[in-house]
């Protein structure tokens, strides 16, 4: 009996989380490929995902409007400087067509240090990604696929997501 208790604790402290063990966390059988992704810096120059094909990315789609996004925002920043996940890349996209002032401001409210702010460009991922609703984190692999997804706010910082998102880093 205690053979097979042991062995249930090693068997599911080793298999991956389930999709329903993380708050508004959607992972998916198959991966989506998108083409062509491109965002704006705060200085307007347009970068393109593709160029981040190797790293684990995390696309954050907010607004200063969204009470959600202010609430997630620390959260996110934190993850940003966690040491495990080393790969990881994170894009803040402002979505809210809010001005460079207002956007830095936001941050700055939140005292947000380890995050860069991103606009969403005229081409607009969020209709490529078809978002329905902010903030909405689009998860993409090292080979550049859509694999997951968040939709409405969590806590990135909450030792499951980060156990989770470390089998990917």
Known sequence: MRFLILFIFLLSNYLPLEASDIKNLNIYDKTIKYDGLSFLDNENNELELDKYKGNLI???FWATWCAPCKKEMPSLDLLQENQELDNLKIFPINIGKDSVSKASSFFEELSIKNLKIYFDNPKTLAKKFSLRG????ILINKKGEE???IVGSIDFTEKEFIDWLKLYN
Not at 134 to 137: G, L, R, V
């Open 58 to 60: 995390l696309l954050n």
């Open 134 to 137: 902010i903030p909405t984190s």
């Open 147 to 149: 694999f997951a997804r």
